[in-house]
Nanobody
Framework: QVQLVDSGGGLVQPGGSLRLSCAASGFTFSSYTLTWYRQAPGKERELVASISSTGGSTDYADSVKGRFTISRDNAKKMVYLQMNSLQPKDTAVYFC?????????WGQGTQVTVSS
């Protein structure tokens, strides 16, 4: 059974940090590109960061460059999103996505709220 389980969200003050995790099972994790998306209330889902199957290539939305870092551990079948210098505009539900050609899976999402 394919599963992506997102965790690590919560309430944090502006300027704070969070680390999101996504645990995968049921598919060949090391063959998939992993991407974090987010969706704020009333807005479309947007790409935050992605990492290639080997971890050798990463890409970030301009809005998070220099603040967020995506990483993966293929042995543990985990992908992470380290988020620093969080701002209220980062408030959203964050989703992990695994993609390979036409095959794709989604996590259930984890809520991140940045507020004082």
């Amino acid at each position: 059974q394919v599963q992506l389980v997102d965790s690590g969200g919560g309430l944090v003050q502006p300027g704070g940090s969070l680390r999101l995790s996504c645990a995968a099972s049921g598919f060949t994790f090391s063959s998939y590109t992993l991407t974090w998306y987010r969706q704020a209330p009333g807005k479309e889902r947007e790409l935050v960061a992605s990492i290639s199957s080997t971890g050798g290539s990463t890409d970030y939305a301009d809005s998070v460059k220099g603040r967020f870092t995506i990483s993966r551990d293929n042995a543990k079948k985990m992908v992470y999103l380290q988020m620093n210098s969080l701002q209220p505009k980062d408030t959203a539900v964050y989703f992990c996505n695994a993609r390979r050609f036409t095959s794709g899976y989604w996590g259930q999402g984890t809520q991140v709220t940045v507020s004082s």
